[in-house]
């Protein structure tokens, strides 16, 4: 679960302000949007991808000390979707291709 920026209580994932100190957690009051906040005394920018590979055109960049689109460039980004797929999918047509010939083997030797 996680934790509040200012108070460091446990909070709702889909929480839209913290209840406890009522500090905005989500933005434009909505629970799929998250507010990201900076650390004191940093910029959210400075570790942002968009400010790194320079696609940003946010009017707060390159001191933004919240912002809705910022995306950690030291996050570890889960595997492509490709990588999900079982290895039974992937190999459907030699599965399918592996049980006609056993099939055609069983015929014949009957
Ligand atoms: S998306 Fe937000 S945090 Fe990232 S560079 Fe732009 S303003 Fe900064
Ligand atoms: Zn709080």
Not at 40 to 47: H, I, S, V
Request: overall charge neutral; charged content about 20%; proline content about 9%.
């Amino acid at each position: 679960m996680p934790t509040c920026p200012r108070c460091d209580q446990t909070v709702a994932a889909d929480a839209v302000v913290c209840p406890h100190c009522r500090l905005e957690l989500k933005a434009y009051g909505h629970p799929g949007m998250t507010l990201y906040r900076a650390e004191q005394d940093t910029y959210l920018c400075d570790t942002c991808r968009y400010h790194l590979d320079d696609t940003c055109n946010f009017p707060q960049r390159p001191t933004a000390k919240t912002c809705t689109l910022y995306e950690d460039v030291n996050a570890v980004t889960p595997p492509p979707a490709v990588y999900r797929i079982p290895w039974w999918r992937r190999h459907l047509g030699w599965i399918a291709l592996g049980v006609v010939v056993a099939v055609s083997l069983a015929i014949a030797l009957l």
